[in-house]
């Protein structure tokens, strides 16, 4: 079975500050993929980044920077510089080469960024 | 950047009737889903659907449950008898070929609310 695990309900980041969010998970499939999304209040859902289980390297993409670390089976986001705008539920998710394609999604992270 | 288009944004009904939740997917998308969030809680997947058929259905997706493909664009999701605990923000997403490595693009939701 496959399982993600954010143990940070809520998180609090001065503006122009870094910021990590947590996120480890458990799956039994050799290939799989992490991601990350951001919910802000109105709802939709936007893909924020992605790490395969066999890249070298940590993704990054822009702000968004993932510290995948295998063996810990941790996946956690870093944001660089916060933004007001950056203030938004964030999930982690993953999807397994064995799971048919469906992502199984974490309890989300609320962050809040003060000015 | 190509978008997934839900209707409606809002859908409000009566206990016990029929609602369709409608998704236009991604053109050259192959790979489709629902999810559903209910209010404060996680994402959960519902149902993923591959060559005019459901490839995978979650333990939520009962009998009252069901998706369909009319035509080479729109993917729905209907409730043949709603219930109050049906009351979410239903997703619809799609991704290309390759699932696992792929994001999947997330519609902007239809809340449900059941009266």
């Known amino acids: 079975a496959q399982k993600i695990t954010q143990t940070q309900p809520g998180m609090f980041v001065q503006e122009k500050e870094a910021v990590t969010l947590d996120c480890t998970y458990d799956?039994?499939?050799?290939?799989?993929?992490l991601f990350w999304y951001k919910q802000p209040s109105s709802g939709e859902m936007i893909f924020l980044i992605y790490?395969?289980?066999?890249?070298?390297q940590n993704a990054t993409e822009g702000r968004y920077s993932l510290n995948f670390q295998k063996a810990r089976k941790s996946a956690n986001l870093v944001i660089s510089a916060s933004q007001l705008g950056d203030s938004a539920m964030y999930f982690c998710a993953m999807r397994g080469d064995n799971q048919g394609g469906k992502l199984i999604f974490g309890q989300g992270t609320e962050l809040s960024v003060k000015p | 950047e190509p978008e997934v288009t839900q209707t409606p944004s809002h859908q409000v009904t009566q206990m016990g009737q029929e609602v369709i939740l409608r998704c236009v997917p991604i053109?050259?998308?192959?790979?489709f889903y629902w999810y559903r969030q209910i209010l404060g809680q996680k994402v959960e997947f519902l149902v993923s659907?591959?060559?005019?058929?459901?490839?995978?259905k979650s333990e939520i997706f009962d009998d009252q449950f069901s998706v369909e493909r009319p035509d080479g664009s729109n993917f729905t999701l209907k409730i043949r008898s709603t219930k109050l605990e049906d009351s979410a923000m239903y997703f619809c997403?799609?991704?290309?070929?390759?699932?696992?490595?792929?994001?999947?693009?997330f519609g902007s939701g239809t809340q449900l609310s059941v009266l």
């Open positions: 659907f591959y060559n005019n058929e459901i490839s995978e």
């Open positions: 790490q395969g289980s066999y890249d070298q």
């Open positions: 997403a799609s991704s290309g070929v390759r699932p696992t490595n792929e994001k999947l693009f």
């Open positions: 053109s050259n998308h192959l790979y």
């Open positions: 799956t039994s499939d050799p290939s799989y993929g």
